[in-house]
């Protein structure tokens, strides 16, 4: 198997990693297998999606999420917090009322200002306050959120998953008890239960989702 569009790091990376320790491996499926386990495993522990990708309300491609949001998420009148971030582009928004009824099309490129990239905050620009409603997904938002390879810490999250995967394949000949699975792009990988070495769970510390505002 490929590594999944998101993986945090590559075959290369990890192989080279593994050299180090003069380990020369053709396992190429077992790494693979592995940086994809780890990727799941650091989106798991960060209850965030971390690599940038499309999201979008239908239609969703390979690489691309499918995704609707809740009009009462709101953080105010003129405001609104995306669920992943950063935001990198925002390319089309229509609200609906409750009733999923009556779709209003926001122009984007006038109407909707990034308030904070980082946090993923947007603001609505005054002739657009009106036409807000509440209700459960009658949000409709084309968005690109995440990490890109260029983000500062971009290569941090590449070392985490390099090290994991590293001691994934290590030790895979002692833990093949208590397998369980992971969800990666809508399947299902199979990996060893175990917690994350300490050092990685405090890397992982600043890209977890905590309340932005």
Same mark, same amino acid.
């Given at each position: ?13 990890? +192989?080279?990693?593994?050299?180090? !320790?003069?380990?020369? %491996? ?5 790494? /693979? ?9 650091? #989106? ?11 999201? +979008?309300?239908?239609?969703? *491609?390979?690489? #691309?999420?499918? $995704? ?11 405001? !609104? ?23 209003? =099309? ?5 109407? =909707? ?11 609505? $620009?005054? %002739? =657009? ?6 209700? =459960?997904?009658?949000? /409709?938002?084309?968005?690109? *959120? ?10 941090? $999250? ?12 290590? %030790? ?12 990666? /792009? ?28």
């Amino acid at each position: 198997m490929a590594v999944g569009v998101h993986a945090l790091t590559t075959l290369a990376d990890v +192989k080279q990693a593994l050299l180090r !320790f003069g380990i020369e %491996t053709a396992h190429d499926p077992e790494l /693979e297998r592995l940086i994809d386990v780890a990727t799941a495993a650091f #989106e798991a522990d960060t209850r965030r999606r971390l690599k940038s990708r499309v999201y +979008k309300p239908s239609g969703a *491609a390979a690489g #691309e999420v499918n $995704l609707k949001l809740n009009g009462d998420d709101r953080l105010s009148e003129a405001r !609104f917090q995306l669920p992943e971030y950063p935001i990198t582009a925002v390319t089309a928004l229509t609200l609906r009322d409750a009733d999923l009824t009556n779709p209003t =099309v926001v122009a984007v490129a006038t109407d =909707v200002q990034m308030e904070s990239e980082e946090d993923g905050i947007l603001r609505f $620009l005054p %002739t =657009v306050e009106h036409v807000w409603r509440k209700g =459960v997904q009658n949000i /409709e938002f084309t968005f690109t *959120a995440g990490l890109l390879s260029t983000h500062p810490h971009f290569p941090l $999250l590449g070392d985490l998953c390099v090290r994991m995967v590293k001691d994934l394949f290590l %030790t895979r000949d002692r833990q093949r008890e208590g397998l369980s699975s992971l969800s990666v /792009e809508g399947q299902s990988v199979s990996y060893v239960v175990r917690n994350l070495p300490q050092d990685v769970l405090d890397g992982l510390m600043r890209f977890r989702r905590e309340p932005r505002i």
